[in-house]
C-alpha cells in the first residue's frame, strides 16, 4: 500500500509540477526522425551485437528516458511520416500499400489537423528541416515529374509548390522530397538549392544547429521536425567518416548520423535552453537490406538486434525502432520504460503539454507519452503494425497477430512463397517469451487469434483506435488481402 501511495504522490507531484512549467514556459520540441536506422544499430540499445559506435545516441539514452517497446507506424517511410504528424494511421488514408512516388497530390489533406498546426495555433513557431515524403505538386521547369529512377533529380532551381509542407501547418521548410529527389532543396515554397547526396546530412546538421540558436533568441516556444535523410539510401557517407567504422559505408554513415544528432544537442546546449527542451530521436522503420545486412551479420553486427526481419516486414525488424526522449527539467535521466508506444503518439503528446482537448476527427491513434515519461507504470497498449505490402498485425500486451502467412514485405518467406508452402493464413506469437518471433502459437490459440482479429475490425471500423467519435476512413480497408470476403468497411 505504501509502495501505490507513493508512486501516486510522485505521479500527482509531477503532473502538478508539469501544469506549473507550462503555464510559464512551454517547452521546446525537437524531433529527429532517423532514416532507415535499425533498433539494433544503436549501440546503448544492442550493446551485445552492435558494432558500430554511437556515443551521441547512447549519451542522449543516458540522459533520458529510453523506450524499448516503440513502434513505428509502419515498416517503411512515407505512411510513418503521416502517422507522425497527424497521430491517424495511414492505413486510414488513400494509401494502403507501399509509399509516395515523386511530385505528387499531398497525403495529409489540407483540412487535417497536423502536430504542427496544433502547436502553432498555441503560439509554437513551427519548422520542418529534412525530409518530407508525403507528396506536394511542382510547377516550374521540364523536370518536374518524369525522371530516371534513383538519379537523385528533382524539380529545377526555382521550381515552386503551393502544397508543400508550409501548407500543412509549418511556418518554415528546407529540405527535400524525397531520397530520389534528394538534389533539388527547397525553401519553404521553392527549389532554392541544388546539392549533391552526400553533402545533405552535414547541411542539415548545420541548417538545424543555426535554427535552434536564432529561435533560442527570440524566446518564443519552437517545434523543430527534423527528418534526417540518413543512414537511408544513397548510402553516402561524406569525407570525414569514410572508413571510420571499418564495417563498411553503411555503418560509417550510421556513426555520421549520430554526430549529427550531437551537433543539434550541442546546440541546444550552448544556446542555454536544452533544460526546457522535449527532444525525441527516433527511426522511420528499420533498417533496410539495402544496407547489406547479410555481410553485417557476418561481421557481428545485427541491425535489428534479437528481432525478426528488416525494413518493409510486419515482423518487428521492420518497425521496431530506437525511441529516447530527453527533456532534462521533467524526465529522469537513465531511466527505461517497456510501455508500448508508437509514432502516432505525438499529437496526444503535444495536445497534453499544450492543456487542450484535441476534436473528434484529430489524433484518432494518438496517446500521451507523459504518464509513462512521468515514470507510470506499464499499462497494456495495442498498436497496430502495418508492412509495405499493406499487411496488417496486432499488437496486444504479450500477443502479436499477423495477419498473413510471410514476412508481408521484402524479408524471405514473403507471403507468396509462405503460402506455396502451406504455411497458416495468420501468426500469432507470445512476444514475452519469444521475441524473435520463430514460434507461430496460432494453431495452439485460436480463441486468440480470433480475439485480436475482432478487436482489429473493430478499430478499423470505429475509424480510431481511441476513445471518441466514430470517424471516417478514407478508403476502403482489406485486413486479408487475399480474401476480399474478410474486408473491414467504414
Given at each position: 500500500?505504501?509502495?501505490?501511495?507513493?508512486?501516486?504522490?510522485?505521479?500527482?507531484?509531477?503532473?502538478?509540477?508539469?501544469?506549473?512549467?507550462?503555464?510559464?514556459?512551454?517547452?521546446?520540441?525537437?524531433?529527429?526522425?532517423?532514416?532507415?536506422?535499425?533498433?539494433?544499430?544503436?549501440?546503448?540499445?544492442?550493446?551485445?551485437?552492435?558494432?558500430?559506435?554511437?556515443?551521441?545516441?547512447?549519451?542522449?539514452?543516458?540522459?533520458?528516458?529510453?523506450?524499448?517497446?516503440?513502434?513505428?507506424?509502419?515498416?517503411?517511410?512515407?505512411?510513418?511520416?503521416?502517422?507522425?504528424?497527424?497521430?491517424?494511421?495511414?492505413?486510414?488514408?488513400?494509401?494502403?500499400?507501399?509509399?509516395?512516388?515523386?511530385?505528387?497530390?499531398?497525403?495529409?489533406?489540407?483540412?487535417?489537423?497536423?502536430?504542427?498546426?496544433?502547436l502553432k495555433q498555441h503560439g509554437?513557431?513551427?519548422?520542418?528541416?529534412?525530409?518530407?515524403?508525403?507528396?506536394?505538386?511542382?510547377?516550374?521547369?521540364?523536370?518536374?515529374?518524369?525522371?530516371?529512377?534513383?538519379?537523385?533529380?528533382?524539380?529545377?532551381?526555382?521550381?515552386?509548390?503551393?502544397?508543400?509542407?508550409?501548407?500543412?501547418?509549418?511556418?518554415?521548410?528546407?529540405?527535400?522530397?524525397?531520397?530520389?529527389?534528394?538534389?533539388?532543396?527547397?525553401?519553404?515554397?521553392?527549389?532554392?538549392?541544388?546539392?549533391?547526396?552526400?553533402?545533405?546530412?552535414?547541411?542539415?546538421?548545420?541548417?538545424?544547429?543555426?535554427?535552434?540558436?536564432?529561435?533560442?533568441?527570440?524566446?518564443?516556444?519552437?517545434?523543430?521536425?527534423?527528418?534526417?535523410?540518413?543512414?537511408?539510401?544513397?548510402?553516402?557517407?561524406?569525407?570525414?567518416?569514410?572508413?571510420?567504422?571499418?564495417?563498411?559505408?553503411?555503418?560509417?554513415?550510421?556513426?555520421?548520423?549520430?554526430?549529427?544528432?550531437?551537433?543539434?544537442?550541442?546546440?541546444?546546449?550552448?544556446?542555454?535552453?536544452?533544460?526546457?527542451?522535449?527532444?525525441?530521436?527516433?527511426?522511420?522503420?528499420?533498417?533496410?537490406?539495402?544496407?547489406?545486412?547479410?555481410?553485417?551479420?557476418?561481421?557481428?553486427?545485427?541491425?535489428?538486434?534479437?528481432?525478426?526481419?528488416?525494413?518493409?516486414?510486419?515482423?518487428?525488424?521492420?518497425?521496431?525502432?530506437?525511441?529516447?526522449?530527453?527533456?532534462?527539467?521533467?524526465?529522469?535521466?537513465?531511466?527505461?520504460?517497456?510501455?508500448?508506444?508508437?509514432?502516432?503518439?505525438?499529437?496526444?503528446?503535444?495536445?497534453?503539454?499544450?492543456?487542450?482537448?484535441?476534436?473528434?476527427?484529430?489524433?484518432?491513434?494518438?496517446?500521451?507519452?507523459?504518464?509513462?515519461?512521468?515514470g507510470a507504470a506499464d499499462t497494456?497498449?495495442?498498436?497496430?503494425?502495418?508492412?509495405?505490402?499493406?499487411?496488417?498485425?496486432?499488437?496486444?500486451?504479450?500477443?502479436?497477430?499477423?495477419?498473413?502467412?510471410?514476412?508481408?514485405?521484402?524479408?524471405?518467406?514473403?507471403?507468396?512463397?509462405?503460402?506455396?508452402?502451406?504455411?497458416?493464413?495468420?501468426?500469432?506469437?507470445?512476444?514475452?517469451?519469444?521475441?524473435?518471433?520463430?514460434?507461430?502459437?496460432?494453431?495452439?490459440?485460436?480463441?486468440?487469434?480470433?480475439?485480436?482479429?475482432?478487436?482489429?475490425?473493430?478499430?478499423?471500423?470505429?475509424?480510431?483506435?481511441?476513445?471518441?467519435?466514430?470517424?471516417?476512413?478514407?478508403?476502403?480497408?482489406?485486413?486479408?488481402?487475399?480474401?476480399?470476403?474478410?474486408?473491414?468497411?467504414?
Amino acid at each position: 500500500m505504501i509502495h501505490h501511495e507513493s508512486h501516486a504522490m510522485r505521479l500527482l507531484l509531477f503532473f502538478l509540477a508539469l501544469g506549473t512549467a507550462l503555464h510559464a514556459a512551454p517547452p521546446n520540441i525537437v524531433y529527429i526522425l532517423a532514416d532507415d536506422l535499425g533498433y539494433g544499430d544503436v549501440h546503448a540499445l544492442n550493446p551485445e551485437r552492435c558494432k558500430i559506435a554511437t556515443p551521441q545516441l547512447d549519451r542522449l539514452a543516458g540522459q533520458g528516458m529510453t523506450f524499448t517497446d516503440a513502434h513505428s507506424g509502419s515498416s517503411v517511410c512515407t505512411p510513418t511520416r503521416y502517422g507522425l504528424l497527424t497521430g491517424r494511421y495511414a492505413w486510414r488514408s488513400r494509401l494502403q500499400s507501399g509509399v509516395l512516388g515523386d511530385y505528387v497530390e499531398p497525403l495529409i489533406a489540407a483540412d487535417r489537423l497536423t502536430v504542427p498546426a496544433l502547436l502553432k495555433q498555441h503560439g509554437y513557431h513551427t519548422a520542418i528541416i529534412g525530409k518530407w515524403h508525403l507528396g506536394y505538386t511542382v510547377e516550374g521547369g521540364e523536370k518536374t515529374a518524369k525522371k530516371k529512377k534513383g538519379s537523385g533529380e528533382g524539380a529545377p532551381l526555382g521550381a515552386v509548390t503551393h502544397d508543400g509542407p508550409v501548407s500543412r501547418g509549418f511556418d518554415q521548410f528546407f529540405g527535400f522530397h524525397h531520397a530520389r529527389m534528394m538534389k533539388s532543396v527547397f525553401e519553404n515554397d521553392r527549389v532554392t538549392l541544388i546539392v549533391e547526396p552526400v553533402d545533405m546530412l552535414p547541411l542539415l546538421a548545420a541548417k538545424a544547429s543555426q535554427h535552434i540558436r536564432e529561435r533560442a533568441k527570440t524566446g518564443q516556444p519552437f517545434f523543430l521536425y527534423l527528418p534526417l535523410n540518413s543512414p537511408h539510401t544513397p548510402i553516402v557517407p561524406s569525407k570525414a567518416w569514410q572508413g571510420k567504422s571499418g564495417l563498411g559505408d553503411y555503418a560509417d554513415f550510421v556513426m555520421e548520423t549520430d554526430w549529427a544528432v550531437g551537433e543539434v544537442l550541442a546546440a541546444l546546449d550552448t544556446a542555454g535552453i536544452a533544460e526546457n527542451t522535449l527532444v525525441i530521436f527516433t527511426s522511420d522503420n528499420g533498417c533496410s537490406p539495402a544496407a547489406g545486412t547479410s555481410k553485417l551479420e557476418k561481421q557481428g553486427h545485427h541491425a535489428s538486434g534479437p528481432h525478426r526481419g528488416y525494413k518493409a516486414d510486419i515482423w518487428d525488424g521492420g518497425h521496431r525502432v530506437p525511441f529516447f526522449v530527453r527533456w532534462p527539467a521533467k524526465v529522469k535521466a537513465g531511466s527505461k520504460s517497456m510501455q508500448p508506444v508508437c509514432h502516432v503518439d505525438l499529437m496526444a503528446t503535444c495536445a497534453e503539454l499544450l492543456g487542450v482537448k484535441l476534436p473528434a476527427n484529430a489524433g484518432e491513434d494518438s496517446v500521451s507519452l507523459l504518464p509513462a515519461l512521468s515514470g507510470a507504470a506499464d499499462t497494456t497498449r495495442t498498436i497496430v503494425h502495418h508492412s509495405i505490402n499493406g499487411r496488417f498485425a496486432l499488437r496486444e500486451g504479450r500477443w502479436k497477430l499477423c495477419l498473413c502467412p510471410g514476412s508481408g514485405g521484402w524479408g524471405k518467406p514473403g507471403d507468396a512463397e509462405a503460402a506455396k508452402a502451406g504455411l497458416p493464413e495468420t501468426q500469432l506469437y507470445d512476444l514475452s517469451t519469444d521475441i524473435a518471433e520463430t514460434k507461430n502459437l496460432s494453431a495452439e490459440h485460436p480463441q486468440v487469434v480470433a480475439k485480436l482479429t475482432q478487436q482489429l475490425q473493430t478499430l478499423i471500423t470505429a475509424g480510431r483506435s481511441t476513445p471518441g467519435e466514430k470517424q471516417a476512413n478514407d478508403a476502403e480497408i482489406v485486413v486479408f488481402k487475399n480474401n476480399k470476403a474478410k474486408a473491414a468497411k467504414e
